[in-house]
């Protein structure tokens, strides 16, 4: 008798943390995307709810999860623009290909430094690396929209590489203001 309610109480204790979590991702998305309109609700909720640790953080954690999932982001882009500057592609293709591997470089370190001064609560330097992390996405993406007939195979990751920066950057926000 004891074991079940035991079981129970573990139960209904695992339930309300997973609900209390499921509503600090969904109301931090909420604000973050109501303070910034590049910041996308549902991509906000999805991408936070896809690390598992996400269901034992606070919104400092979060903001923590975001800049790690940024990094991870970047990484993974900067690996496959390494690729597609291996494979037979047009002189202008390949040189955009370069250009934004050249900022995706960068980011890697930027991201990386970005996640130390957060760490360390220096929010305003994280800011400003951040905001490079996401110019980087843009600038990349701008390069192929200059010539006309190109298009960029890194839509879909530059835009990720953008939204996932700018959550981060609306947390440390919300931390900013919550301190003030």
Do not use: W
Request: hydrophobic share 35%.
């Amino acid at each position: 008798m004891i074991s079940t309610s035991s079981s129970l109480s573990l139960f209904l204790f695992s339930l309300f943390l997973s609900i209390h979590a499921q509503t600090l991702i969904h109301g931090t998305c909420k604000v973050c995307s109501q303070q910034d309109p590049t910041v996308n609700y549902q991509f906000c909720t999805t991408s936070l709810e896809s690390v598992s640790e996400s269901r034992h953080a606070d919104v400092r954690g979060l903001g923590r999860i975001s800049i790690q999932l940024t990094q991870q982001n970047v990484t993974n882009t900067r690996s496959h623009i390494k690729i597609l500057r291996k494979k037979k592609c047009s002189s202008a293709i390949k040189m955009r290909l370069d250009d934004c591997f050249e900022l995706y470089s960068d980011a890697v370190i930027d991201i990386k430094h970005a996640l130390k001064s957060y760490k360390s609560k220096h929010y305003d330097e994280a800011n400003i690396l951040i905001s490079s992390v996401m110019d980087a996405a843009t600038t990349c993406e701008n390069g192929f929209k200059e010539k006309r007939n190109v298009v960029s195979p890194l839509t879909k990751r530059n835009n990720a590489t953008f939204e996932l920066s700018g959550i981060g950057l609306s947390i440390i926000h919300i931390l900013r203001v919550g301190t003030h």
